[in-house]
């Protein structure tokens, strides 16, 4: 054994005896291993696809249901795009409500709805891939189609109480008390409505208190991405724009999202692997941990297509055990 070799192994020992280390190099390694980079990058170009259909579809639907309320329209959806650092403003310019009556407006409201549906189909192809659900019993077209509607809805009801909660925020409160609390509030909300988020998304043979962890995690990230999204796609800009022109403004709105989309693959790890019990695992193979074999396992058992389809897996014992050093 070389001496590299020896140190890391030496690392490795040290790491699976402590909780805390093991959890998160689980959690990294589980990232991995389900090709959570790709998963993040799927909901990054869903989702920035959707983006324009879904704000027209959330103007749309605010006309009706606050219909004869300009003020509280205007003040929702100044909330969502408030979200989105940099463009915010460019996207309020070119948002607006469909206009028409009767059929044309049912008809322009459902292209909307099929527009923005493909980032919920993969948010749901996510998380089945996150918690390794084989294929054969993922739910079916119409399953997913219900689950996405009820995610829009979702969304949808967290923006309207999240606007509701910083007005009154505002209202009780003035100066850096009014900053303070409306980023703690921010980040109950957050967290609340990523567990909601969560349970749509994920299978229903989940528990819930499994989804507590990662959303617990996720709540205050977001609120962080969107206080201080500004300040990091600015620094994208700044080395962008002098290459890609017009095209800077593109590029940073995409790293914005795919931060949005890392923080929500990485929260569902963290709830797989404390809901699995999916550690310690090892830096250097061999040998496999119980967690790796059980990972590694379960990877391969998602493959499984057809009723009649079943996949087994099975472990050789090593050939030579690897020196204590």
Not at 247 to 264: N, R
Not at 265 to 274: I, N, P, S
């Amino acid at each position: 054994m070389n001496p590299i070799e020896r140190a890391l192994r030496g690392l490795d020992r040290r790491q699976q005896r402590r909780k805390p280390t093991a959890v998160v190099f689980a959690v990294v390694k589980k990232y991995g291993d389900d090709r959570g980079g790709l998963l993040a990058a799927l909901v990054t170009y869903y989702g920035f696809v959707s983006l324009i259909p879904l704000l027209l579809l959330l103007s749309t639907v605010l006309g009706f249901v606050l219909h004869g309320h300009p003020a509280a329209q205007q003040s929702v959806l100044d909330s969502a795009l408030a979200d989105f650092p940099i463009i915010g403003d460019q996207l309020h310019q070119n948002v607006h409500s469909l206009r028409g009556s009767g059929l044309a407006l049912v008809i322009g409201a459902v292209g909307l709805l099929y527009g923005v549906l493909s980032v919920a189909q993969v948010l749901q192809h996510t998380m089945a891939e996150v918690w390794h659900v084989p294929g054969v019993r993922r739910p079916g077209y119409w399953s997913r189609l219900g689950r996405s509607l009820l995610l829009f809805a979702v969304l949808g009801t967290g923006l309207v109480l999240a606007t509701a909660a910083a007005t009154l925020v505002g209202a009780a409160l003035g100066g850096p008390a009014a900053r303070i609390g409306g980023l703690l509030l921010s980040a109950l909300l957050n967290t609340a409505l990523c567990l909601a988020c969560f349970r749509v998304l994920t299978p229903a043979q989940i528990p819930t208190r499994s989804l507590w962890p990662g959303c617990a995690l996720a709540g205050p990230l977001y609120t962080a991405l969107q206080a201080f999204g500004a300040v990091l796609v600015t620094h994208q800009l700044r080395h962008a724009t002098q290459v890609y022109g017009f095209f800077a403004t593109v590029i940073g709105l995409l790293s914005w999202l795919y931060l949005a989309a890392q923080i929500a693959v990485y929260a569902a790890e963290v709830d797989t692997v404390l809901a699995g019990r999916l550690w310690p695992r090892s830096l250097l193979q061999p040998p496999l941990t119980t967690a790796d074999e059980a990972v590694l396992s379960a990877v391969a058992r998602q493959e499984e297509r057809r009723p009649e389809q079943h996949v087994e897996v099975t472990w050789t014992k090593e050939a030579e055990e690897h020196p204590d050093g």
